[in-house]
């Protein structure tokens, strides 16, 4: 075992759970996700093994990074990281508050991020990395994924790039859950070229009892209702708790040569740094999700572009979020959409509850938005990785509620 390693298992003292997630992380798989219920240990050994590498490995540069930045300054930044380098000598790392980054005397950084704005995402999109750790990753989707895993090709001798994934497990139509329980491409549910690169382990809070509080299982965990229960105690993948559209199963995903011929179409649009259009497809009293366009920091001309060139062989009326005010004029066949929030969910509801409502496995986005929507204890909506919910309710609402517009 190298010296610098022993030192670090000295230092940080991990539960057998945690060492076996150490020597699965120092496997020759490329990308590594630790799951399992809350207060397991998954993160912490994760942050343990990144500040390993970046001591490893001088000038290497290490991402980690959650949906939002608030919650990775609180989450990553204060409660795991600082914590954790406080047990290794000062004069070895810098804490800069102004850039959340740490940066270690052989010239190693760790960058702390979020997916949730522009700013941050070009500064983080400036940068190669030896190391990104998409954090909880049930709020993460499958595109912002791949958008981060462009940035994983810093050249450090002899470090092999690698990524790492945690979370409490979200529904099974998750991405994560096909990607690496299921080892299939989530994409399109053909099986992974190489499964071998693609490795998990479950950590559950009986595996951290030497961290926790006393009793905190059977006074905490052990009485949340059954579908948090086996979520955060058994870290278990379930439908996620207040979820919007929990009559979806996977028998409505189907391939795209079971489509049928359809009799209208239209293209549902939602604005934003994440910008997306949806394909509906209409035959008889079914509604189809065709395909989808998912495109990261763009203009609606690009946009437009795209749809155009993707669905030139469709006619479509594209109703588009009715908050895009001149962006609506560059879409072809663009007008505004309904946006009666309720009334168009209990709509797709209904599609959904009368097994009138299908989609192709092709979209994976829209896959993981339908299984993530969800409200929140009070009942709001809440607004994360909704851009291909909005979108779709757009599609398929306004042309339900007005069945008159008609493309030429």
């Not at 209990?346 to 409502?357: A, G, P, S």
């Not at 299908?358 to 339908?370: H, L, P, Y």
Request: with cysteine.
């Amino acid at each position: 075992m190298p010296l610098l390693l022993a030192i670090i298992l000295m230092v940080f003292d991990p539960t057998p759970k945690q060492a076996e997630a150490l020597e699965l992380l120092r496997s020759p798989a490329k990308h590594v996700f630790l799951y399992g219920g809350t207060r397991s240990g998954k993160t912490a050994v994760l942050a343990e093994s990144i500040i390993y590498r970046a001591l490893r490995y001088p000038g290497s540069r290490h991402l980690a990074a959650r949906l939002r930045f608030a919650h990775a300054k609180t989450s990553l930044f204060h409660e795991t990281f600082t914590p954790a380098l406080k047990e290794l000598p000062s004069a070895i790392y810098n804490i800069n508050k102004t850039d959340h980054c740490i940066e270690f005397i052989n010239g190693s950084e760790i960058w702390i991020g979020g997916f949730d704005d522009a700013d941050r995402i070009e500064k983080i999109l400036g940068h190669e990395y030896s190391t990104v750790f998409f954090n909880e990753i049930s709020q993460i989707d499958y595109k912002t994924v791949t958008l981060g895993m462009t940035r994983l090709a810093q050249n450090i001798p002899w470090c092999i790039n690698k990524a790492f994934y945690d979370c409490n497990p979200p529904s099974p139509l998750h991405w994560s859950f096909k990607q690496f329980i299921l080892k299939q491409d989530p994409k399109d549910g053909t099986p992974l070229a190489r499964p071998e690169l693609y490795a998990s382990l479950r950590m559950n809070p009986f595996d951290n009892l030497s961290h926790l509080p006393e009793n905190y299982i059977s006074d905490f965990l052990d009485t949340l209702p059954a579908r948090e229960r086996a979520r955060m105690r058994d870290g278990e993948f379930v439908k996620t708790e207040g979820v919007i559209y929990d009559q979806f199963d996977e028998s409505m995903i189907i391939p795209a040569s079971k489509l049928p011929a359809m009799e209208y179409y239209s293209v549902g649009l939602d604005f934003g740094m994440n910008s997306v259009a949806i394909l509906c497809g209409f035959a008889g009293e079914s509604v189809y999700i065709v395909d989808e366009i998912c495109l990261y920091n763009s203009n609606a001309a690009i946009l437009n572009q795209a749809m155009i060139e993707r669905w030139k062989d469709k006619k479509y009326v594209a109703y588009c979020d009715p908050s895009g005010g001149e962006r609506v004029r560059q879409i072809y066949g663009g007008r505004d959409a309904l946006n009666s929030v309720e009334p168009g969910i209990d709509c797709i509801r209904n599609l959904m509850h009368r097994k009138n409502f299908w989609i192709v496995e092709t979209c994976r986005n829209t896959i993981d938005g339908i299984a993530t929507y969800r409200r929140d204890e009070k009942e709001r909506i809440v607004k994360e990785n909704d851009h291909e919910m909005d979108a779709m309710r757009y599609g398929i609402f306004s042309h339900k509620a007005a069945p008159h517009w008609r493309p030429a």
